[in-house]
Every structure is written in structure tokens, then in C-alpha cells.
């Protein structure tokens, strides 16, 4: 018998984890609330996405005391970050990449006149979602993507440190 895959073992281990905080009867919003964390991070570590540091897992742990020794140690490994790619198919990620794509090049354009030429990073990033009333009383949702800016970099040989390495050993210095 093969042992289980990388992604079943995330799988497994997420439904694990999803099935704590469904007997916990709490929400993300309510978790993130006792944690510090947002809570979409809360979402991302109950989903093998995100890694728990280990100053946060007592606090996840009074949160969902269902939580095992042997699940906060799986969450406290680095995570295999993937998706499914059948995802998209679901009609609330299909409409969060429609809107994305819809509003990205004017996005684009935005970052680059505020910022100039760079990126917004998704590893120092923040994200949550919040339920707001609109002016016509509607619920409206709120998502917020908080990440560093990361400008390009021209690429000019006097700061690339391999070509400084490379040049000091033809001219005899050792590394």
C-alpha cells in the first residue's frame, strides 16, 4: 500500500480541522476576535494554507480546545499552499476572479501612479472579509487586501552579488 500523498494528507487534515471548528460552533470572525489574528487567517490555517506560529497556538488552542496535540503540530508544519483547480468553479470565487479581472488593469495602473513600478507582495499580506450595511440598508461584503509594496528593481551587475563573488575570485580574492 502507497502511503498518502502531500495533498490527502492536507485534505484529511483540513477536514479534520474544519470538523473542530463546526463543533465549536464558532465563526472565523469569532475565532479571529479571541485570536488577534484576521479572519481570513483563521481560514487559511483551518485550510492547511497558512502556517501557526507557536506564540498563536495556545491561543487557537482556547479558542477550539477540540484541537489536538497532533493537529496543532501538523498546523505548526509548513504548509503545502495549493488549490484546487476545480475551484473556480464555485460561484463566489468565480465572481471574486471575475471582479479581479474585471478591475485589475485599472488596479494596476492605481498601484503604479501611487506607488510607481512594483508589485503588491502576497506574502506580507493581509486579508479579511467584513459584512457592511450599504446607504440602501443591503448587506454588502468588504474585502480587503493589505500587501507591502514591492518595487522592481533595475538589475545593474554592480549589485549582483554572484557577479561580485565572480569577479572577486578572477581577481584572486577568496569568498
Not at 479581479?100 to 492605481?110: A, D, L, P, Q, T
Amino acid at each position: 500500500m502507497e502511503a498518502p500523498s502531500s495533498s490527502s494528507i492536507k485534505a484529511m487534515t483540513a477536514a479534520e480541522l474544519q470538523a473542530v471548528k463546526r463543533k465549536s460552533g464558532k465563526t472565523y470572525g469569532q475565532i479571529a476576535d479571541e485570536t488577534g489574528l484576521t479572519n481570513v487567517y483563521v481560514a487559511q490555517l483551518l485550510r492547511r494554507q497558512a502556517q501557526l506560529k507557536p506564540g498563536t497556538a495556545p491561543l487557537l488552542r482556547a479558542a477550539l480546545p477540540g484541537l489536538t496535540d497532533e493537529l496543532l503540530h501538523e498546523m505548526m508544519q509548513p504548509p503545502l499552499r495549493s488549490y484546487d483547480p476545480n475551484l473556480i468553479q464555485d460561484p463566489t470565487v468565480y465572481r471574486l476572479h471575475e471582479a479581479v479581472m474585471h478591475f485589475g488593469e485599472s488596479i494596476k495602473e492605481i498601484v503604479n501612479e501611487e506607488f510607481g513600478d512594483g508589485i503588491m507582495s502576497a506574502i506580507d499580506f493581509y486579508c479579511s472579509v467584513d459584512k457592511v450595511k450599504g446607504v440602501d440598508g443591503k448587506d454588502r461584503v468588504v474585502l480587503t487586501f493589505d500587501g507591502k509594496y514591492l518595487p522592481y528593481t533595475e538589475q545593474t551587475t554592480e549589485h549582483m552579488v554572484s557577479r561580485l563573488r565572480k569577479q572577486d575570485n578572477q581577481e584572486g580574492k577568496p569568498e
